[in-house]
């Protein structure tokens, strides 16, 4: 079992930035395949950014505003986000893949979620 727990979501105004955490349990967090998604009411989870295996993955809506990183001696990952828009309003979900051949963007693919932590971009 892989415990997530996000933070460090909030208000911002458009043009800011925030930097979400994601700490998580578990013995073998550096070869844990980490995702961050988002969704927003109504509609379906949507891939943000990932990283395995030092290799980093970004939605086109949000690279090269976005970085994800991670610190696997303190088992967290982290997405640094920068030149927020009102569109990137959502709640952000971490997510970790245990047993993984290879990169997937698909939700339905990871096996533990954190509870979510709320982003909103004022306009």
């Known amino acids: 079992q892989v415990q997530l727990v996000e933070s460090g979501g909030g208000l911002v105004q458009a043009g800011g930035s925030l930097r979400l955490s994601c700490a998580a349990s578990?013995?073998?967090?550096?070869?844990?395949?980490m995702g961050w998604f988002r969704q927003t009411p109504g509609k379906e989870r949507e891939f943000v950014a990932g990283?395995?295996?030092?290799?980093?993955h970004y939605a086109d809506s949000v690279r090269g505003r976005f970085t994800i990183t991670r610190d696997n001696a303190k088992n967290t990952v982290y997405l640094q986000m920068n030149s927020l828009k009102p569109e990137d309003t959502a709640v952000y979900y971490c997510?970790?893949?245990?047993?993984?051949?290879?990169?997937?963007?698909?939700?339905?693919?990871?096996?533990?979620w954190g509870q979510g932590t709320q982003v909103t971009v004022s306009s």
């Open positions: 997510a970790a893949r245990t047993s993984a051949a290879k990169f997937t963007e698909l939700p339905s693919s990871y096996d533990f």
């Open positions: 578990g013995r073998s967090f550096s070869s844990y395949g």
């Open positions: 990283t395995m295996t030092g290799n980093k």
